[in-house]
Antibody, heavy 121, light 107 residues
Framework: QVQLVESGGGVVQPGRSLRLSCTASGFTFNIYSLFWVRQTPGKGLDCVAVISYDGNYQNYADSVRGRFTVSRDNSKNTLFLQMNSLRPEDTAIYYC??????????????WGQGTRVTVSS | SFELTQPSSVSVSPGQTVRITCSGDVLGNKFGRWFQQKPGQAPVLIIYKDNQRPSGIPERFSGSNSGTTVTLTISGAHVEDEADYYCHSATDNHLGVFGGGTKLTVL
């Protein structure tokens, strides 16, 4: 079955960096686009980054553009989110999610269990 | 920017029917979907393309669309349906948009 497992979260000071990973199994990784979605108590759910199945297209929410970079290694079935210049408002649970159709960039179906990021001094 | 509006909370008695609405202009030309999230768990897709149920989702969950409003209906609510429900729509920037979530209480 489809499995997505995030890792890399933790507590970090403002201005520092963190790299999240999402390891996938149970499906053909290199034909599905992937998303990073975060959840905060105050603002609910927001998709902050998307990367196409072949890695040639990425897009970012305005709140993270220029600070976060999404990438993928299709040879290792792994999705990444490099987060730089972290701010307290980036504190959230970060989920990776899979597109519901192959060879498309649309909307997601399966989610991982999430990894918690806390930005605090 | 895109927005989806849903009620912050609704309640229902076990066995009764409850409807949760979600409104936004983007739903006029994009499909809506619904996610269920229980405490400490990741969201689970329960409705896609306005009214389609993924395999394994009970038949008591159904969806509909009327223009710019999508509705999630739970017919004969179970106690285990108590959860947060989020509507979602794809958007042209491929990031999508979520509603603010509805806390469903079954009591």
């Amino acid at each position: 079955q489809v499995q997505l497992v995030e890792s890399g979260g933790g507590v970090v000071q403002p201005g520092r960096s963190l790299r999240l990973s999402c390891t996938a199994s149970g499906f053909t990784f290199n034909i599905y686009s992937l998303f990073w979605v975060r959840q905060t108590p105050g603002k609910g759910l927001d998709c902050v980054a998307v990367i196409s199945y072949d890695g040639n297209y990425q897009n970012y929410a305005d709140s993270v553009r220029g600070r976060f970079t999404v990438s993928r290694d299709n040879s290792k079935n792994t999705l990444f989110l490099q987060m730089n210049s972290l701010r307290p408002e980036d504190t959230a649970i970060y989920y990776c999610a899979r597109d519901d159709l192959p060879y498309s960039v649309g909307a997601f179906d399966y989610w991982g269990q999430g990894t918690r990021v806390t930005v605090s001094s | 920017s895109f927005e989806l509006t849903q009620p912050s909370s609704v309640s229902v008695s076990p066995g009764q029917t409850v409807r949760i609405t979600c409104s936004g202009d983007v739903l006029g030309n994009k499909f809506g979907r619904w996610f269920q999230q229980k405490p400490g768990q990741a969201p689970v897709l329960i409705i896609y393309k306005d009214n389609q149920r993924p395999s394994g989702i009970p038949e008591r969950f159904s969806g509909s669309n009327s223009g710019t409003t999508v509705t999630l209906t739970i017919s004969g609510a179970h106690v285990e349906d108590e959860a947060d429900y989020y509507c979602h729509s794809a958007t042209d920037n491929h990031l999508g948009v979520f509603g603010g979530g509805t806390k469903l209480t079954v009591l």
